[in-house]
């Protein structure tokens, strides 16, 4: 069974960095599109970045500048540096990504969330 693991959240003032990881594990042929995505108390989730398995990159305006996706296609994982944070960044993130595993040409699976809070 396929499964995500983020973690890397924490409390963290503003101006300041923090740096999310997501790990894969199982059964996995391959892995597509990485992402992160966030949800804010009383929001929906959205989008943050995204990463394809050929390195292309794509970032909600929000953080253009300021935060940088990357994934080792080996140890499959993907990370997400986040620095200039802003209160506004205050959100659960979530580790995404695109898996074709046992029976599933290209499934959608989720991590479980990390806390993200910046202070002003």
């Known amino acids: 069974q396929v499964q995500l693991v983020d973690s890397g959240g924490g409390l963290v003032q503003a101006g300041g960095s923090l740096r999310l990881s997501c790990a894969a594990s199982?059964?996995?042929?391959?892995?597509?599109?990485m992402g992160w995505y966030r949800q804010a108390p009383g929001k929906q989730r959205e989008l943050v970045a995204t990463?394809?398995?050929?390195?292309?990159?794509f970032y909600a305006d929000s953080v253009k500048g300021r935060f940088t996706i990357s994934r080792d296609n080996a140890e499959k994982t993907v990370s997400l540096q986040m620095n200039s944070l802003k209160p506004e960044d205050t959100a659960v993130y979530y580790c995404n990504a695109y898996i074709r595993t046992v029976g599933v040409m290209n499934g959608n699976y989720w991590g479980q969330g990390t806390q993200v809070t910046v202070s002003s």
């Open positions: 199982g059964i996995i042929f391959s892995i597509n599109t």
């Open positions: 990463i394809s398995s050929g390195g292309s990159t």
